[in-house]
């Protein structure tokens, strides 16, 4: 059973506000990643991290920020909300000891941008 | 890049075996995830192919042909629970893991 958290679950904000999604995870994972679905499309890869310090940006491209400053937690900033920014968001861990481990996934953040 | 197919939607009856096919082209291809998701709800994990072959966990299977770019998943005993989407996702080689996910297949199981 994987231990890892978002919160809030569901958030519904104003244009120009800025918001940040929080990610934790308890089991130690090195790696961990944000992921964007909209409803009924695939999971796009928006930003990841190896390791404390380390981020990098995914395939998709996205006006979010994410930092890693402790190994369990990993939050997802945008600076300034625009209704473009409605989706799904879900944060993953993998334990990062090479290719093919599994991804854990939290239970995501339902983002509305009215 | 990467492109991966497979059929955006089945429907099959409960008790009965589903097979959902999920194609790929990519370079350095790695291995290939199964991931559940049922509506609303975050992927879980099903199951991870690296080698050609199939692989049995109980209800589920998943099958690979690295030669072909070609896996499936096989749904046995279908249940009403099953009623989800199911994601083929592929890794590639390399420092990290990098995931791409398809689409997803939604499977609708009927009485």
């Known amino acids: 059973e994987a231990d890892i958290y978002q919160t809030p679950r569901y958030l519904v904000i104003g244009t120009g506000k800025k918001i940040t999604l929080e990610c934790s995870q308890t089991?130690?994972?090195?790696?961990m990643y944000w992921y964007q679905q909209d409803p009924g499309m695939e999971l796009h890869l928006i930003h990841y991290?190896?390791?404390?310090?380390?981020?990098e940006k995914g395939d998709l491209s996205s006006e979010s920020t994410v930092s890693r400053i402790r190994t369990e937690h990993f939050p997802l900033t945008l600076e300034s909300a625009r209704p473009s920014h409605t989706s799904q968001y879900l944060c993953?861990?993998?334990?990062?000891?090479?290719?093919?481990?599994?991804?854990?996934f939290g239970p995501g953040t339902r983002l509305l941008v009215l | 890049g990467q492109n991966i197919d497979q059929p955006t939607e089945m429907t099959a009856t409960e008790g009965a075996i589903v097979q959902i096919n999920c194609t790929y082209q990519?370079?350095?291809?790695?291995?290939l995830f199964w991931y559940q998701q049922h509506a609303g709800e975050a992927p879980t994990f099903l199951s991870y192919?690296?080698?050609?072959g199939l692989e049995e966990k109980g209800r589920f299977s998943s099958f690979l042909s690295r030669s072909k770019g070609y896996s499936y998943l096989l749904l046995k005993e279908l249940q009403m629970k099953d009623s989800a989407s199911y994601l083929c996702a592929v890794t590639l080689r390399g420092g990290y893991q990098k995931v791409t996910f398809g689409i997803g297949t939604k499977l609708q199981v009927i009485p």
């Open positions: 993953a861990s993998s334990e990062g000891r090479g290719g093919g481990e599994t991804q854990y």
């Open positions: 089991m130690g994972h090195d790696k």
């Open positions: 991290s190896y390791g404390v310090n380390s981020t």
């Open positions: 990519t370079s350095g291809f790695n291995g």
């Open positions: 192919n690296v080698l050609d």
